[in-house]
């Protein structure tokens, strides 16, 4: 229920901040009317008696009204107000609301006479005030007059972007309050009561939280900043006592103290109370964002976070120094002034969204510039497919005009046959070349796994590192269009060298121990560099961005290497791209170990040329591909073993480390025999290897996918039964799914036998296949027996075989024991019972729950 109510609050500040801004637009530029030439003060000390006039211009239309030079101003169409402030409102308000060729009703006291006065001047369109600019200073009016736009664009784009993200409240409420940080227009007073009211208490409420929310911001954001780790509690006092400074005047729109403020403290001192928190939160939120300036390490973020910090600095700093200035020492500042410091402010939202479009800060999705960027490429290609078939036919207008009479109707329909096969060839040249430009542009809204899924079923079929180098280029290109991809894999030398990619010839070969290359070492994922600081390293002729490991299993040694200069796009290397090229990596780590093994086979094979010594070795690959030590578990003790009935087989078994006390335990049968069924089982072992992280957020979608690349890559007649199943060492559970296998048995404590029934059918043999995942609860002295059907049908012939009821028997026997124990001893007593015969391969699983 939270990202509902975030959006319904994001809603209801979006739509105050839009009202706000589309008054403001509104009334900055509304005209208002005069009544004339006359000048007016308000005194404090005469405040409840009415406003003085203290000047009217001779021969205007004020004198021609009847005012006069000391006369008091007692009421405005009746109404009286208590307070110079008060006047100050109710004749604005009454000025603001006319019209010109409204009248309006001023009562007066004139000295010397005893009886209030009554005139009704009319009021009049005020001329004269803006024939003097200049064009360039009506252009920089209306460009102020669009104040907030930038600032409610940039703020709501990012906020809605990234409704959950604090750091996009925080951007987007900073944002807000710079909104009212322009002059208020004085037409305010001119609008619906209700409406100026909400104006007024959003204008007040939002400039009293305006620059502690800035400090807050900037303590928080990208980082916390030393201040914050020091002094945690200052960013609410600061946003807490700016609002008892300033939310007093929420009902005219400027900063007064709260009245519970004013009993306390006296004006003036509130006051300058006010000004020190205010330019103090300020300054305060400069040095954080400073500090963390100084403080970042990674290259990224000092890339984000640069952009940032000038556009801040540069965009506030003359702001508020223009500001103090004004309500400190009352300084006055021409018009230029006061616009350069607005234009300088606009760097503020500007320096967020280029680092948001650019850098990817808060990890919003970049689609603005480059959907821009595609709109002008498309529309200008069909303009100048239009302008090319304008041309043409007029072209042949021009050309074949000598071949018709003066008045000859010929020409009109040979001229539109040829108009319409322009206009035909040139929508389908239009059809290909948008396609390529959704590609172009729009490529890297890719399908991560779908790429997995290729590259899994293609390096299956890759036997050399050429073709391997080629496969990993073409998708890496595919995915995220570098402007240059390098694949570097171990030679048989030892070196790295450049299988795809063309690199200079200075660079062909790369020492996998030499500068730039050996910071991989300890590192799994891609690393990102800056161009820049590779300049000294044997990478310098490559100008990388990203460098990607890639290792063999178990990620012991360094098989090869990626290197990707800088998008084309622009865009750095988000954490999205980093996991796909692990991935990738991780696939083509598979591929390099099973194209060193396979040409370590074929040079023993190639030395020995005996059919007993391939099959040998093929047996050896096969042996590597099984687990060669059982996990270590605190509540489980494991352990598995596999006998081929000839030299490899298509049984297979596997433990699968998940981290966090979480193992996966696999056995597979697959339909077949020798060399053929040992092929396959490599395959299902490659698929799952290659995937398996994925079952921990996804057993179905793991297994949807190893169904999926086993039914494109085998014939339709071979198949595999799998057990598949997820122990939690902490919580005893076991999380299965069995495929067409054997149930597996589970023998409790107390004697109970349970069997684990399937819960999907075979792998490979249907396209479109899904499963059920089933759990149960395993117990201290539990035992679980994973079985093939070697096991229970072994023995001298049909009639005698071993079956399932004498390995529960010869479980329970040993039930005390160790798994690898009662391991031995079930494969004894088969043993005893087939009298030496193998019809089948046999592989087992036992694990006791401790």
Known sequence: MQRPLLLALGAVFAALTILYSAAWMYYIRRPS?????????????????????YNVHPNSPAEMSGLRVDDRIVAVNGSRADSASAWNELMSRTWRSSHPGDTVTLTLQRPGQSQPLVITP?????????????????????????????FLIVGLAVLFLRVEDRNAWLLALVFGTFITAGDMPGEFAAAPPHLRSLLLAYRTTMGSVLTGLFYFFFAVFPTRSPIDRKVPWLKWALLVTGICLSLGGYRHGDSRALPVVLAVLPDR?????????????????????????????????????????????????????????????????????????????????????????????????????????????????????????????????QAFSRYFSAGSKAAIPIGATFGVLVISSATQVHRRVRTRLDRAFFRSAYDAQQILEDLAAKTLNTSSREGLAALLHQNIWDALHPSSVFVYLQANNGQLFAYAGNPPPEALTLSS???????????????????EATQETQLAFLAPECLVPIRGSGGATLQGVAVLGPRLSEEPYSSSDKRLLASVASQAGIAMRSITLAEKMAEQMETERRTEQEMQIARQVQSRLLPQQAPSLKTLDCSGRCIQ??????????????????????????????????????????????????????????????????????????????????????????????CGHNPPILIRANGNIERLPATATVLGLFEEWDCAVAECQLGSGDVLVIYTDGISEAGPN??????????????????????????????????????????????LIVATCL
């Open 122 to 150: 009319r009021f009049r369109a005020r001329h004269g005030a803006g024939d003097t600019r200049t064009i360039a200073r009506t252009i920089a009016v209306q460009i102020l007059d669009l104040y907030p736009l930038l």
């Open 33 to 53: 009317p005069a009544l004339g030439q006359v000048e007016v003060g308000f005194d404090e000390s005469y405040s409840s008696a009415g406003v003085e006039i």
């Open 269 to 397: 001192i509130a006051q300058n109370a006010r000004r020190v928190v205010v330019y103090g939160s300020i300054f305060l939120g400069l040095i954080s964002l400073l500090c963390n300036r100084l403080s970042v390490s990674s290259k990224d973020d000092l890339r984000k976070i640069k952009v940032i910090f000038w556009g801040t600095v540069v965009g506030v700093t003359p702001a508020v120094v223009v500001a103090l200035a004004q309500e400190v020492f009352h300084a006055e500042f021409s018009f230029w002034v006061n616009f350069a410091k607005v234009i300088l402010l606009f760097l503020f939202p500007l320096s967020f969204a280029y680092a948001v479009v650019k850098h990817r800060v808060m990890d919003i999705p970049v689609l603005l510039k480059r959907s821009a960027r595609y709109f002008v490429v498309q529309r200008g290609f069909v303009i100048l497919i239009f302008v090319l078939s304008v041309g043409l036919t007029l072209w042949f207008g």
């Open 798 to 843: 049909e009639e005698e075989e071993y079956g399932e009821e004498r390995l529960i028997v010869t479980t329970r026997k040993h039930q005390q024991q160790s798994a690898g124990e009662i391991l031995d001893n079930i494969l004894s007593d088969v043993q005893q019972v087939s009298r030496g015969r193998q019809a089948d391969d046999m592989t």
């Open 513 to 531: 121990t030499g500068s730039g290359i050996a910071e991989l070492a300890d590192r799994d994922g891609p690393l990102e560099l800056i161009v």
């Open 645 to 738: 009935t000839r030299a490899v087989g298509g049984d297979y078994y596997d433990f699968l480390d998940f981290g966090s006390g979480r193992l996966g335990l696999v056995l597979a049968d697959i339909s077949g025999k020798g060399m053929s069924a040992a092929l396959l089982m490599a395959n299902l072992q490659a698929n799952l290897r290659g995937q398996y992280a994925l079952a921990l957020e996804d057993v179905p979608r793991l297994l949807r996918s190893v169904n999926h690349l086993f039914y494109r890559n085998t014939e339709t007649s071979h198949y595999a039964t799998m057990f598949f199943a997820i122990y939690d060492d902490g919580t005893r559970r076991l999380r299965y799914v069995n």
